[in-house]
């Protein structure tokens, strides 16, 4: 027998296998996420015809573009009605094709009105990017703006709807228009749309390609083969213990400490979704990122939440990558062991690890690490703000925390009103030296009852005269021509003693509701001006 009709067989078979492969997209579009399970957006067992498919040619002159910057790519969009069912299914169930969170449900307004009724739902299909589905001409809508759908619960009716009305001029026929888009923007004019991005193709389709005009499709959405691990989403019906690959949990850090990467259960992103952007860069491959803006209120937020095996102080640094670390005033928020504080941080001092600070964290969950991109550096500049992996290092003992008032300036400077050579005691029943000791580099006088309430060598080189000597200088006013005066005058003279009058005054140094004693024996501004001097730098 000769080999040349088997060759022609396979060839024929090469042609029918090239013929029923996925559409290519074209270009500025892109194709369905790998792994992705693409359903009708109609219950189970629904037959749906498509009554206009991908171009204008393929029966819409509304279904065009796949890039453009201001408009709704919608050149893979689809024109759907219920097959052999009367009205084409008018007011019958429209359900969510992926689950997902609703960013718009109502009238869209403006140039988007031809929509009519609409419903937009937000995706993370697992690869990094942002994707949408619109749900248009609807008769009646079921669900609010915010709420979280599932995969097959209904969002609406399929209607006929458009410029604010249920029943539309522009086309006779009730039908659903459906379409999908990468990293698209929600907004624009009037109440929006999804506009910008790039359109995806719908396929496979409830496992049918080359969609065109006409074709028949049986919806297995709400039914089928259910959830399919490894999809990179936890589907309803898929736990930690069925399915670790798509249901992760947040890992604790343990004692020698990890690092916890954007891309795990422990980040949560939150925000605008049209205003987050993925790129192939910074640790592991992969970062997100988004614009920083001025405004008083955040757009877009990370928050990387830590629960901790043992108690301890830890070093925090984030990873900023080159070409995305624009941001000069990165301001992350650190909460820990039931305190919060702000630490600003330059993301472009670093193409790496870049310092945030040392904590002390508490064992256990409820902490975190948390990035606005409201850093008050202006939008129109363009400033790439990194979200990426966040790396936790247990750190040994270390000095005293300067936020925490236990500098020695802050024992001499007291709020007490009382003689200056009692103020350094602080209240509590022990010598000065002992009070002292804290600082760093202090020379310890003799602890005898004759040195107890006095102070060292070293401090009193710094103080007035009069403070060790136990003479009282005249004071002057700071600020007052009197002040002035005193200063030229001889010493003695009446000028400089109307000036020290002038001094001790209540309206000019102390608060008037003091009494006068107390005033007088107040400690003055040349006690205070030692803060900072002496031991550790401190706090006000």
Known sequence: MS?????????LALIASVASAMTTPMGGAVALPRGARLRLPFPSGSRIRLLSGYSPSGGSSLHEGTNRASYANDYYALDLVYDGVANSGLGRPVVASFAGTVVRAGWASSGW????QRVILRHDLG???????????????????????????????LGRSCMGALTCSSFGTPHLHWAMHQDSTIGGSGTGGSYGG????????DGVENLRQGTVITSSNGGGSGPACGDGRCDTGETEASCAADCRRCAAIPAAGRIVDESEACFTRGGNPSYWYAASAGYAGALLWTHATSASAPDNHGVWSLTFERAGDYLIEAYTAAGYNASRRAAYTVAHAGR???????????????????????????QSVRLDDNTGEAFSDRLRLAFDAVRVTPMGPG????????DVALVVDVGTPRDA???????????????????????????????????????????PTWATTGTRAPRTPTTSSASRTARA????????????????????????????????????????????RVGQPGGS
């Open 340 to 366: 919060t504080e702000r630490a600003v941080v330059d993301q472009s001092a670093a193409n790496g690890w870049n310092p945030v600070g040392r904590y002390s964290f508490a064992a256990g969950a409820g």
């Open 113 to 116: 009105a031809n929509y009519g």
């Open 399 to 406: 000095p005293i925390d300067a936020g925490t008032p236990r």
């Open 198 to 205: 790039r359109a995806v193709v719908p396929e496979s389709l």
């Open 3 to 11: 080999s040349r009709p088997l060759r022609w067989c396979l060839g």
């Open 421 to 463: 050579a009692l103020a350094v005691d602080v209240g509590t029943p022990r010598d000065v030296t002992s009070s002292m000791r804290r600082g760093p580099g202090l020379t310890s006088e003799p602890t005898s009852e004759s040195t107890r309430g006095r102070l060292p060598r070293t401090w009193r080189s710094l103080l």
């Open 489 to 532: 005058a001889p010493a003695g003279s009446a000028t400089e003693l109307a000036a020290g009058r002038a001094a001790r005054s209540p309206s000019s140094r102390w608060p008037s509701s003091l009494p006068a004693k107390e005033r007088d024996g107040a400690v003055p501004r040349g006690l205070r001006s030692v803060r900072g």
């Open 127 to 157: 690869d990094g990017h942002v994707y949408h589905t619109i749900y248009c001409h609807l008769n009646r809508i079921t669900v609010t703006e915010g709420a979280r759908v599932a995969e097959g619960q209904q969002i609406g009716e």
